[in-house]
């Protein structure tokens, strides 16, 4: 294991550094993610950490030794009124390249030793994303995203757990070359089609029943895959696209495949992370209504100009436009009289620390996600030491939250107490002094349903300190999220209901540039969308591409 002080590799089972003395983190026993002292959970997949120093073996036949608790309580608590279900799943494979020669060239025990590490991480990057592994299959995995619990992200997530799969394992290869003096590669591929859940048994085991040849052709991509690679179809490419960069692979040869299949190599995640922000890269429906709504944040930004910081609620169901509408409140705006940031929380974020916080810092900081170190430390240096209104001892604890070396020592040796409440000093400083520069500061943090633990103990912190600066906080959550701060007199709920029949036919209007449709494909879309503006524009643009609806020319 490596020291986050002083880069030693130190030996399994260490706990403390070799070179420098400092406590290791404790490596968790699912994925074997490090976890600073004294962690009760593994922050990276849930696996419940308690005293266990070493890794229990994992039994790869019974699927509940290696769940992690929380998803295997969802499961078991609701499985009677998910067993029998069909569902739109995206399935991953995955195996290990050139795996005959490796058990060829290595003895029985170093093949186990290889492949367990190996599949530890595949455990907590799929169950991270919050996949499910249906079945080993000797040298590779079989993943399930969207089942037994239905996900709408499910084409997101797979991509996002493959990526990670693959960085991941370079890593661990470094080690394999290093020790065995060999290469160690795995291919992957994807596909999204239908199954239908079977019996889930006490021991987590589950059937699945495929509806067409999702698993089939998942696999089939998988062994065509190059080494190092993810192989997506056509399927999953149109679901992600609009998330994730590809290369057009083109039309394979696959074995069983009468014809030959589309496939798209999978490269990286591009900086869109919602629906909202690929409709916006594509170009936006005029807006229709809110007006009051935007009256009530205008009036919330200009107190916070004024010194009296404002903290807004946006509460309202998924697609009922709360994304949206704040986009039209920045349009509002007069432009350069203001410092915008932005966070986001994912439904598969829970488990990562500081998830929207960060997206902020590197936001604030102009952190690129190619950037090196030295590069990332060169940007907090600068932008820190610039100006006298920023607390200058903050330095190691961006450090710190960035996951980079940390110059200053002592502030590692700190107790995880302590440096918490060292990082909320430090972020809360930044955020007030820059309020005073910008005047106001807007942060606005998205699907606050989804946050993890810290930066909730954060976001609450902050509030209690955001009414005498130029801060304005907005927060976009759904109705089963609960707060304690709605009783601030500095606080504002604006609650978006869906739409009324006369502004939904203004909306379906809009996306049909002005066109009228006859009156029973109104009534239709009305009825099917209910009032729901992003279902409405979904259910329009349906009707228009399979030719319901037909866009007659311009005279």
Known sequence: MQCAECRKENPDGAKFCNECGVRL???????????????KFCNNCGQDLGTVEKKPEVAYDRPKTYTPKHLADQILSNRSAIE???????????????????????DPEEVHQVLDGCFRILLGEIHACEGTINQFTGDGIMAIFGAPFACEEHAQRACYAALSIQQKLLEYAKSIIKGLGLDFKMRIGLDTGHVVVGAIGDD???????????TNLASRLQSAATPGSVFVSRHTYRLAEDFFYFKIIGKLELKGKALRQPAYLLLKPKEVKSKFQAAAAKG???????ERELQV???????????????????????????????????????????????????????????????????????EENDRESDIKEKLDRKISWRSEFPQDSLPVFQSLLSLRVDDQSYM?????????????????????????????????????????????????????????????ILLYRPE???????????????????????????????????????????????????????????????????SIKMAPRP
């Open 84 to 106: 029998g279900e069909r569902k739109l799943v995206t399935v991953l494979f995955a195996d290990v390249a050139n795996y005959t020669s490796m058990a060829e060239r290595l």
């Open 481 to 547: 999220y609960v707060h304690q701060w709605g009783a601030k007199s500095y606080y504002n709920r604006i609650g978006l209901d869906h739409l009324s029949s006369e502004k939904s036919l203004e909306l379906v209007r809009a996306i049909l540039d002005g066109g009228r449709v006859a009156q029973e494909l109104e009534d239709l879309v009305l009825a099917r969308a209910g009032g729901n503006p992003l279902f409405l524009e979904e259910f329009t643009h349906s009707l228009v591409e399979n030719g």
């Open 25 to 39: 983190p404790s490596a968790c026993p699912s994925c074997g993610k490090g976890n600073p002292p004294g962690s």
């Open 284 to 290: 936006l429906t005029r807006f229709v209504g809110r």
């Open 297 to 367: 944040f205008k009036d919330a930004f200009d107190k916070a100009r004024s010194g009296s910081g404002q903290v807004v609620g946006i509460l309202g169901e998924a697609g009922v436009g709360k994304s949206r509408l704040l986009y039209q409140m920045k349009s509002i705006l007069p432009e350069g009289e203001y410092t915008f940031l932005e966070g986001r929380c994912l439904h598969f974020g829970g488990a990562m620390a500081y998830l929207p916080i960060l997206d902020i810092v590197k936001d604030y900081f102009e952190i």
């Open 204 to 214: 987590l085991r589950m059937d699945y029943t495929a509806v067409g040849d999702t």
């Open 413 to 473: 040796k700190l107790d995880p107490g302590v440096r918490k409440i060292k990082t909320f000093e430090a972020l809360r400083d930044l955020f007030i002094a820059e309020s005073r520069i910008s005047s106001p500061l807007i942060i606005a943090v998205e699907d606050l349903h989804w946050i993890d633990k810290l930066s909730q103990e954060f976001i609450d912190y902050l509030i209690g300190w955001v009414s005498s600066t130029h801060i304005l906080l």
